[in-house]
């Protein structure tokens, strides 16, 4: 089984700041890498596919980056709707995993 | 645009069956680069994938629940299905089913998302 390592757990940040999420693989999954965010009390939302393609109606703050075993998930400025939980999501072999998640924080 | 809806009793007996229905709205779920999901979130946990089934068929589950969980679709009915077996109150959690675009040569996420249904076991 694959898994996915998120660091950092919390990221404290500002509005408007940059925040650089990272998801790390135990193996290559090539990039077959999903990245959601998930709101208290809500379903998670599909952001990135293919380590680095936006989701229908994902804005262009969000981009993805990676392969193989590194992957990164990128908000250029934060925005208050953001400060959420990110999970990154890995398939290979037909199975998947969720990494244990990033928590983005107001500072 | 496709809505996905769990249905099923919120509380189960220890050592019981879960039994989860997913109901797909908005259009037919019956395509070839269509596959079906199901993620649980145990309470202030994180996501765990349970299983998946594509439209070939073929069912593919979390290797810690495998020899619990059977995952299936009815196209006809535009529905999937989870049942769990052998509970106990480490199964309680908020189910969700998802639909996502797959298949062998490339995987795009799960894109449409259930809003959940909080499950409990206890007796």
């Known amino acids: 089984e694959i898994v996915l390592t998120q660091s950092p757990a919390t990221l404290s940040l500002s509005p408007g700041e940059r925040a650089t999420l990272s998801c790390r693989a135990s193996?290559?999954?090539?990039?077959?890498l999903a990245w959601y965010q998930q709101k208290p009390g809500q379903a998670p939302r599909l952001l990135i596919y293919d380590a680095s393609n936006r989701a229908t109606g994902i804005p262009a703050r969000f981009s993805g980056s990676g392969s193989g075993t590194d992957f990164t998930l990128t908000i250029s400025s934060l925005e208050p709707e953001d400060f959420a939980v990110y999970y990154c999501?890995?398939?290979?072999?037909?199975?998947?995993?969720f990494g244990q998640g990033t928590k983005v924080e107001i500072k | 645009q496709l809505q996905l809806q769990e249905s099923g009793p919120g509380l189960v007996k220890p050592s019981e069956t879960l039994s989860l229905t997913c109901t797909v709205s908005?259009?037919?779920?019956?395509?070839?680069?269509?596959?079906w999901g199901w993620i649980r979130q145990p309470p202030g946990k994180g996501l765990e994938w349970i299983g998946s089934?594509?439209?070939?068929?073929?069912?593919y589950y979390n290797p810690s629940l495998k020899s619990r969980v059977t995952i299936s679709v009815d196209t006809s009915k535009n529905q999937f299905s989870l049942k769990l077996s052998s509970v106990t109150a480490a199964d309680t959690a908020v189910y969700y089913c998802a639909l996502g675009i797959a298949s062998s040569s490339y995987y795009y996420g799960m894109d449409v998302w259930g809003q959940g249904t909080t499950v409990t076991v206890s007796s």
């Open positions: 193996q290559s999954v090539s990039s077959y």
């Open positions: 908005g259009g037919s779920i019956s395509s070839s680069s269509y596959y």
């Open positions: 999501q890995q398939r290979s072999n037909w199975r998947e995993t």
């Open positions: 089934i594509y439209y070939s068929g073929s069912t």
